[in-house]
């Protein structure tokens, strides 16, 4: 039984099978574990890879916020733009609507004399206009 026992074997069966067999087990759990150890090893390295990648992608959505921040700004001061030129084009319009019905009353209550007067007028004003542009 001593012997038995150095060789690893056990009282009751055959000593050779039976160590044959604790080897043949030891060594596939070996194995088993150097397999696992390299499974959780890999699942490591992808782990880590994906956390690097979700970092870059946190890094250029952080990048597209700020532009888009910056574009939604831009956009509000050109509304204000936009809308302040549209109140001060309103106005000249409707400046410009009476000053068009004023002329039309003045031209409709005078005479044809006093149109070619103001023609006659507004020519010589033309051409002294003229005359100093190019004297210079």
């Given at each position: 039984t001593g012997l038995r026992r150095l060789r690893g074997g056990n009282d009751a069966g055959s000593p050779g099978r039976t160590s044959m067999a604790d080897i043949a087990q030891n060594q596939r759990n070996g194995e088993n574990g150097d397999f696992i150890q390299q499974q959780m090893d890999d699942q490591r390295n992808i782990?880590?890879?994906?956390?690097?990648t979700v970092d870059r992608l946190r890094v250029?959505?952080?990048?597209?916020?700020?532009?888009?921040?910056?574009i939604r700004d831009?956009?509000?001061?050109?509304?204000?733009i936009m809308t302040?030129?549209?109140?001060?084009m309103t106005q000249v319009q409707?400046?410009?609507e009476g000053v068009i019905k004023k002329v039309s009353h003045i031209l409709d209550n005078s005479s044809d004399r006093?149109?070619?007067i103001?023609?006659?007028?507004?020519?010589?004003?033309?051409?002294l206009l003229v005359f100093?542009?190019?004297?210079n």
């Open positions: 782990m880590s890879d994906q956390d690097e250029g959505v952080r990048r597209v916020k700020d532009h888009a921040v910056n831009e956009l509000d001061t050109q509304e204000r302040d030129l549209e109140a001060g409707v400046k410009l006093s149109k070619y103001i023609i006659i007028i507004l020519f010589i004003v033309l051409l100093m542009l190019f004297s």
